[in-house]
């Protein structure tokens, strides 16, 4: 019977790291939970153990894998993910850490080289790791990721094949918005009558004081605030990254943006292609952009009105999937406009989703031009 498997302790990989400095050689640092082991982390790992002469890996705890990835992992203990990570050949040493950063870890045992998976960029890394690393004048490589493979997927695989009724019907989304969360509210309302068969996985703001947030948290959502940077209308490289985490985490099916005011890209736009709606108050292609309403007013439209549409790297340009017509009256302000278009997007938006759920997309052509 082989001896129960103990992980290393910070104390072995110091001296693993001093021994190898002694040799002149270099000891490689990777990090991870590695929940579900598959093809894409056992290349990922190789090609980091060739960038030295020894690999250690720092494993997140069980209670560290629950706060980054929610109630429901891991699904396998600490100690057994580390046994199966010490068996592969390109690994030397797993050493568990309790904290969401390896901030600590990387202090300690100073390593040569630090490797990390292609969806971060060095300059999306954890500002306090990457200060931690450049202190200890380790070298950092971002490896490119395998396609196609992810603990998550493989998941969702296993949940839609075991559990394929439920899971079919009940469409999981993300709702994320910058502002006054009416559409927010109203999504809530339709889930609760039924009109829409839906399960809010998770909200995500922003702004952390926003009515969105609040309206999130009195309904009992996950509601997660996301630090956009400094730019009003951008989001940093960081905050798009992190916005893709708590998407993948939440295993959602569906994006939805109501009224969120900053531009989304990689890699959230590339890996929920097809699958992010958004909610503009105009009759598409008409009035682009933050100021709808106004644009309308100014441009003396007697009719405007609001639009729902796939999501594209190009801004307000995605499939129009319905619209839903508003007249402008004499004497409108953008305000009273926008409050009476907004009396449609509520109507529409759960109704797109609604559809969505029961056919597939796309929903239906009306205003593709
Ligand atoms: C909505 O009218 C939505 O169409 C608009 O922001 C408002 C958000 O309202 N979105 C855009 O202008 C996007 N370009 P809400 O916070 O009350 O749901």
Known sequence: MPADYTPATIADVRRLRDTLDQQGRKLVFTNGCFDLLHAGHVRYLEQARALGDAMVIALNSDQSVRTLKGPDRPLNHQNDRAEVLSALRAVDAVVIFDDERATLLIDAIRPHVYAKGGDYTVDSLNREERAALENAGTQICILPLVPGRSTTSTINKMLGSGNAGACESKLRIAVLGSGEGSNLRAIIAAIQSSALIAEIAITLSDQADSNFLKIAREAGLTAQFVDGGPNPRRLSDAAQKEIFEHLERARVDVVVLAGFMRILKEPVIGAYQGRIVNVHPSLLPKHKGASAPQLAIDAGDSETGCSVHLVTSEIDAGLILAQAKVPVLSGDTAETLHARIK????????????????????????GVP
């Open 343 to 366: 009396i449609e997007e509520h109507k529409l938006l759960p109704q797109v989703l609604n559809e969505w759920r029961e056919r597939g997309l796309p929903v239906r052509g009306a």
